[in-house]
């Protein structure tokens, strides 16, 4: 026999890992990608694979300048590049994936860090950024099938138009970005990520209903109907199965995480109601992920066993 | 719905492998190795001279502090040796080395106490002393003074622990099937030295058997109550065990003692009741033997001062690739660096893991997923603590309450980036504690 392993308890581990986690992760994407493939054709997929591509170069690269271990392969780029992808119109030109990859996977995370050092979504980072750069580029979008330019459901309730059916929510049939538009799809995969034990549900939950009542109070809409158009409408359910619920940006306890996800849904009505944007979601998840290090600061466990025992 | 506590986690009970091997009777070894440190206390010292002939049970080590218990010999033989050897706690410890001379020949002085209802209460923790009773659960407190509480802590609970909840282990979960009526006269006899009506025993209900044939043996006896608890690690920790069988808190820094309950081990009720009843001291004690790295798994009853080595021996031996042997559960048992190790009073179980089994993986960064918290018994926050520990930030980990972690080590079995919180809790509170003990010595 050799020698003995000798290391500290436990000595068994569970069988959840990172790099499973993102690839869980990747997975439930799939869903609303089909989707956007469906709805806006196969320019969809590309915008998608080139966000992705770069995002891993992007990665990649950064580690073979710095010297660094090579991390482009623990999934965590290719997450970013996907989610950055699923987020921008059908029709943006190739190199706006691109730019908003450099500056996500650069900016956001590695000039920070790295996993789990980056305070932002560098997902939404990118976003935002592309948002406030090329902001016509990004807020033009089309409508299914045919290609044609059309304003999303919430652009047009903004303007007081006749905006979306419920049902056309639902199933994705509207204007918008690639994997935001099918409320459908998005909660197949976060069914997904909920019975792999991936996210937590409550946050998601939290944020949906907040967000739903609080656009009503606002006077966004009114009854049922109101409530249900403003959480299927938008990026809302993608933002809340697939950005809230990133670990490193958000509180770790479940406390935490509920005050932030309600925080967070009020954001959201309060821009898309009577803020200047028709959305609000990517802001109000970055300006949730730039709360929850002080909900993790002043959200402190317990003391265990502080009550009636005499000293 | 089973009662539980809040967090913990399901590791995979590995409990399979031996829960149906009935326990098998090891004769002692041509020699034994008795380190005169087998509990939480004072190391006794050797009251036998080398070259001198012992009998089976006879002392051969003891203390005059309090908190300590006497050693005996396992076997009848001479000593052959006093030395410093290979002990389970990873540091050489004195023992004494008897060669067996086969005789079995037990020593005069042991003699049935008999009736325990004719004693007193003095007399029957008199009685767990002299027998060199510690807690067999592994934690080894030596069981005279946890029965002897200061007379300002009432004591109204008795708990007895068959959760048993380490994976692999089923060692428990045998003798409460084998000797039911072992355990039930064990409470019988700490409910008459706490002069208290009631007590619980608190079994998993992956051990239903085990339940069933307790409450059999209880009969209708008021005194004793089963708890059927849900299946979870660290169920069997005492502060949990105590939060849901009482509600009640133990403090860091307290005993149980403090909180009226008084929490006692299986194995420790049946040697409780087998001392009464044959007067023989604590030189045996039952092991589940099991892991990928064992031929035969199974459950034995073994002399006190066995090697591991002869131990695995009589489970058809280990397998060729093993790669790391762990004395009690896998989740706070104890690595061990050699086969010369002997059996102590606290040893559980033995556990050999072929090289596949033994993870050891590349410390990814933490992601702050939260899965420790929410796995944390304690409801520590062990990814934070784990964080300050590392820096060294003494006012932040008593912030986050360091010292309320109970080293269950479920953090570091659910960490997906394979990180290893519970280690750096331990160096931290540690590191606090000197830190803390370096500032009075200032004042």
């Known amino acids: ?311 | 719905m089973k009662r539980s506590f809040s967090g913990g986690i399901h590791p995979p009970t590995s409990k399979d492998l031996t829960k149906d091997k009935p326990i098998k009777i090891l004769g002692a070894p041509p020699k034994v190795v008795i380190p005169l440190k087998q509990h939480i206390g004072a190391v006794c010292d050797p009251v036998v001279q080398i070259g001198e002939r012992v009998k089976k049970g006879q002392l051969i080590g003891e203390s005059a502090a309090f908190v300590s218990a006497p050693v005996h010999s396992s076997v009848s033989g001479t000593v052959s040796d006093i030395c410093l050897y290979d002990h389970p706690s990873g540091v050489k410890t004195p023992a004494i080395i008897i060669e067996n001379d086969g005789l079995d020949e037990y020593d005069e002085s042991i003699k049935p106490y008999g009736d325990y209802n004719k004693l007193t209460k003095e007399e029957i923790v008199a009685a767990m002393k002299k027998a060199g009773m510690v807690g067999m659960g592994g934690a080894t407190f030596p069981t005279h003074v946890k029965f002897s509480p200061p007379p300002d802590k009432k004591i109204d609970t008795l708990i007895i622990n068959g959760a048993e909840c380490e994976p692999y282990l089923t060692s428990d979960h045998r003798e409460m099937l084998e000797k039911p009526r072992g355990v039930i006269d064990g409470v019988r006899i700490m409910l008459k030295v706490l002069e208290l009506p009631k007590g619980y025993i608190a079994v998993e209900d992956n051990k239903t058997d085990a339940a069933n044939a307790l409450k059999n043996a209880a009969g209708k006896d008021p005194s004793i109550e089963i708890v059927v608890l849900k299946t979870k690690y660290p169920q069997g920790s005492e502060k949990q065990l105590i939060k849901v069988i009482t509600g009640r808190e133990v403090p860091s820094g307290k005993l149980p003692a403090d909180v009226g309950t008084l929490v006692s081990n299986i194995d420790t009720c049946i040697a409780m009741s087998e001392v009464m009843a044959r007067g023989v001291p604590l030189i045996r004690r039952v092991i589940t033997v099991s892991g990928s790295g064992v031929n035969n798994p199974g459950n034995f009853s073994v002399a006190i001062g066995t090697s591991f080595r002869e131990v695995f021996e009589a489970a058809g031996g280990l397998k060729e690739d093993v790669k790391k042997v762990i004395m009690g559960g896998p989740m706070m048992g104890q690595a061990q660096y050699s086969l010369d190790a002997p059996v102590i009073k606290g040893t559980s179980g033995l556990i050999a893991l072929k090289e596949r089994d033994v993870q050891l993986y590349n410390e990814m960064p933490c992601v702050r997923c939260g899965k420790c918290s929410r796995g944390c018994p304690m409801k520590l926050s062990p990814l934070y603590l784990a964080l300050y520990s590392r820096n060294l930030n003494f006012e932040q980990m008593e912030r986050y309450h360091i010292t309320d972690c109970i080293e269950c080590g479920s953090c570091s079995f659910v960490c997906p980036s394979k990180r290893n919180p519970v280690q750096y809790i331990r160096v931290g509170k540690a590191l606090l504690a000197a830190e803390k003990s370096k500032g009075k010595e200032k004042k």
Request: proline share 5%.
């Open chain 1, 1 to 311: 026999m050799e020698k003995l392993v000798i290391s500290s308890s436990p000595h068994i581990q569970s069988s959840q890992h990172i790099i499973k986690i993102m690839r869980d992760v990747l997975i439930a994407l799939l869903f609303p990608l089909a989707a956007g493939i469906y709805y806006f054709g196969i320019n969809a997929l590309i915008t998608v694979a080139v966000s992705v591509f770069s995002a891993v170069l992007f990665e990649f690269l950064w580690n073979i300048i710095n010297k660094k271990p090579q991390t482009a392969g623990d999934l965590s780029a290719a997450v970013t590049g996907m989610l950055l992808g699923l987020c921008l119109p059908p029709t943006v030109p190739f190199w706006i994936p691109v730019c908003g990859s450099f500056f996500a996977i650069i900016i956001a995370k590695q000039l920070y860090g790295g996993l789990g050092h980056n305070f932002i979504n560098p997902a939404l980072a990118g976003r935002g950024f592309l948002l406030a750069s090329w902001p016509l580029i990004m807020t033009t979008f089309v409508a299914p099938f045919d290609g044609v330019t059309s304003a999303t459901p919430l652009a047009l309730l903004k303007a007081g138009e006749q905006s979306a059916t419920l049902e056309a929510l639902f199933m994705g049939n509207v204007g918008g970005c690639i994997g935001e538009t099918s409320a459908l799809a998005i909660l197949i995969g976060a069914l997904y990520l909920v019975i792999k034990r991936v996210i937590p549900i409550e946050g998601p939950l939290v944020y949906i209903a907040s967000a739903g009542l609080f656009a009503l109070l606002f006077g966004g809409g009114s009854g049922i109907d109101g409530f249900l158009f403003h959480i299927l409408s938008g990026g809302l359910l993608f933002g809340a199965f697939f950005m809230l619920t990133d670990y490193v940006t958000t509180p770790s306890t479940r406390r935490g995480m509920i005050i932030a996800a309600a925080l967070c849904g009020f954001i959201t009505a309060l821009i898309r109601v009577k803020g200047g944007y028709p959305e609000g979601v990517t802001y109000a998840i970055l300006i949730v992920n730039v709360v929850s290090p002080l909900l993790d600061k002043y959200i402190v466990p317990r003391r265990y066993g502080r009550k009636g025992v005499s000293k």
